[in-house]
């Protein structure tokens, strides 16, 4: 599933169903967005969303909006 083009509302029922069947759990919530940073820039597995304006050396950009 893509999940970059959907909206809040589309996420949080996609994630409501998963765990309602017992299929998984959603990613945890990070914030603001410099504590996201750091838990990015302290494991590159993992993926996150911050505002491009907070983007900076320590974080690498794999899709963007603009």
Known sequence: MQFASKSAAQLKAYWSKIIFTGKGQ????????????KVLAD?????G?????????????VLSSR
């Open 26 to 37: 959603p990613p945890r919530e990070v914030s603001p967005s410099e504590k996201v940073k």
């Open 43 to 47: 494991n590159p597995h993992l993926i």
């Open 49 to 61: 969303y911050i505002d491009h304006s907070e983007v900076d050396a320590n974080v690498k950009v």
